[in-house]
């Protein structure tokens, strides 16, 4: 069974500050790092180290060839990555003492995905395999629309959310994974109850996970809620923490371990990464989580 993740790759340029930059001013970072990163990168990365057969299929620029290499050596199946003439996809990323972020991102090379691309990416593929998307690339609707006609499990990860994502063919969606400002912007409800009634109500066609952050996770799944709390850790950067999760749970739940066991590794996966700087590099591997869920077992 493999996970077939269309994702964006980028370049992060992350910057060390002492609070977020405010209008018309200029503030200096107290450390820099340019690292692999993007939401697709960071996905595959946990999914492999989760130990998942995960194959990526992307784009980036000929001259960061450095960044594949990087992805290949986390696991990744890089053989629908291909490297072309357009600037990679990059953010810039302000990271506070608290660890909260925030970002600014351009798309690049990540918006060159076809509909031809998807349909070569997902030419020998098996009714168990699953495909994983986010909303950083080009060609999604192709990728929802192209995957539930080959009858394969499509797990969507509507992130960074906008309106574009309502015009897209949801119902090929089997897992809707979202944050609570992405689920509030998705079903128009502000409370969390009247969220989880919305997506009870009107999505009843696929699973819906919902990440609270620090208050956990929920997960709605055919007529049951389940919940599972967030690990209590000092949290040092949060980037990642979403996609870290995201490739954790998928790739226990993939592979018919019980939601909730999924939901707790993908969590514990998370809460790991906030304690380390940095996105792709922040994620742990199998051995730590395992390790982390040992201690934490009560």
């Not at 629908?80 to 972020?101: K, M």
Request: hydrophobic share 40%.
């Amino acid at each position: 069974m493999a996970i077939i993740n269309f994702g964006s790759i980028n370049i992060d340029h992350v910057y060390q500050v002492d609070h977020f930059v405010q209008p018309g001013e200029t503030l200096a970072s107290t450390h820099y790092q340019t690292l692999l990163g993007g939401k697709g990168a960071n996905q595959s990365i946990a999914l492999a180290q989760a130990g998942a057969d995960v194959r990526h299929v992307g784009s980036i620029h000929e001259n960061d060839a450095s960044f594949k290499q990087a992805l290949i050596k986390k696991g990744v199946d890089c053989r629908g990555l291909t490297c072309s003439e357009v600037p990679s996809g990059h953010a810039i990323i302000q990271v506070t003492p608290s660890g909260e972020n925030a970002i600014v991102l351009f798309g690049g090379a990540n918006q060159t995905i076809t509909a031809k691309t998807v349909m070569q990416a997902l030419d020998d593929t098996r009714p168990s395999d699953w495909v994983l998307t986010q909303n950083e690339t080009s060609s999604i609707e192709e990728v929802l629309r192209q995957a539930k006609e080959k009858h394969l499990k499509v797990a969507f990860n509507p992130a960074p959310m906008s309106e574009s994502v309502k015009q897209l063919p949801l119902d090929c969606v089997d897992l809707l994974i979202v944050n609570e400002t992405e689920a509030a912007a998705i079903t128009g409800k502000e409370t969390l109850e009247d969220i989880v009634t919305e997506f009870k109500e009107q999505w009843s066609h696929c699973e819906v996970i919902i990440t609270l952050g620090k208050a956990g996770v929920i997960m709605l799944r055919k007529n049951e809620v389940i919940e599972v709390k967030a690990f209590t850790v000092d949290a040092v950067d949060t980037t990642a923490a979403g996609d870290t999760f995201i490739g954790y749970f998928l790739s226990a739940y993939c592979n018919h371990t019980d939601a909730k066991q999924a939901l707790r590794r993908g969590c514990a996966a998370s809460a790991i990464a906030v304690t380390r700087e940095g996105a792709a590099q922040s994620i742990p591997t199998q051995k730590e989580v395992d390790r982390f869920l040992a201690k934490h077992a009560n």
